[in-house]
């Protein structure tokens, strides 16, 4: 439940949360304070939150379309500089959506670093703005930025990991993805590498959250997904924001965010233990990590050279083998997250752990 409580120029709102812990139970596969002042960078109410005022200054909000969400927070995410972890103030439009991107004009209140946004996205990246200094990522990373890849992602390749990976598909995984986020339906939700937006438009377009950020560190990617978004009429644009970002130091403040969304990812991030920790950092207590990966066990497990072998490909590609379901459930663990969960089939795997209330 949440208290706002709203004086002329700012609000203040008190959130109680008792969220709950994940689910201990492996399932196998398909059985079917908040503080913000007029300054500070918000993010407009939208669908899922129904502001119920009275003529007083005393307003509750509660969530609309959701009727089986046990502790539905309604916060909104403040975006913090990547560097500091502290809000940024705006200097252009104060209200945050994909079509105020090009608008948007954010400062750090504490190192005072600038953050523009362009045509599709605000870049939350340390190194944005940097006029000489560059810096590659690993290939996992990289390949991503290419305009290629961005372009071909959803004209076939994302549903090449059905094919041989067990992926059960989009609908199929934003059905199963939505019953993990019950518990936080009407809160706030950061699709974590989202790639040109597959699922961040699916959040949006559900009106379950009361934002969406879709977070990527490809430019491409973004720009794909800004173009998706603007091929289909009535999109609601006002609870979406695209971010480019690197999961590894995410723009958000601690204890700020609802759930966070990663699918197919997991094993591309450059460091996953980085990556795990930063976004049990920034979920608030009882908030919510789903994420989709491929496993790759059964008798290749067995394979005496796989272990050296997954390491030199991660050396070489950047990107991360996983030989188990209890590797995710330590590394979840080892990041502070618990109530592990996992549903499988084939080499796909969907995992679930929350961060303690
Ligand atoms: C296979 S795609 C997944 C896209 C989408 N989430 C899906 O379910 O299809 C992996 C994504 O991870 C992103 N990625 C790789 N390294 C990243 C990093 N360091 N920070 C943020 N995103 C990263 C890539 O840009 C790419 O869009």
Redesign the pocket.
Known sequence: MAMVTLSSFSASVVLTRGGQTGKSSRSFFFKPLLIFSSRFVTLKSTFATKMLASSTAFVKTKPDSISDAKEASTSKIILACPICYDQLISKGDPILSVDSAPRSSLQCSTCMKAYLGNDTHIDLTVASGAKEYGEA?PA??E???SPLISFL?ERGW?QS?SIWGGFPGPEK?FELIKEYLKPVLGGNIV??????G??SRLFAKSGLFSLVVA????EN?LRQCYEFIKQEKSFPKENLILVR????RLPFPSRSVDAVH????LH???SPSA?VAEISRVLRPGGFFVA?TYIVDGPYAALPLLGPLRQSIGQISGSHIFLAERELEDLCNACGLVGFTSKRNRRFVMISATKPS
Do not use: K
Not at 191 to 196: F, N, Y
Not at 262 to 265: I, Q, R, S
């Open positions: 990522m996992s990373t390949l991503f930025r992602y994302r990991f995984e699709d974590a590498s989202c790639g040109s597959l699922f977070l990527d560190f490809s990617m970002a690197d999961i590894a990663a699918g197919a990812a591309c991030w450059p990556a989709t």
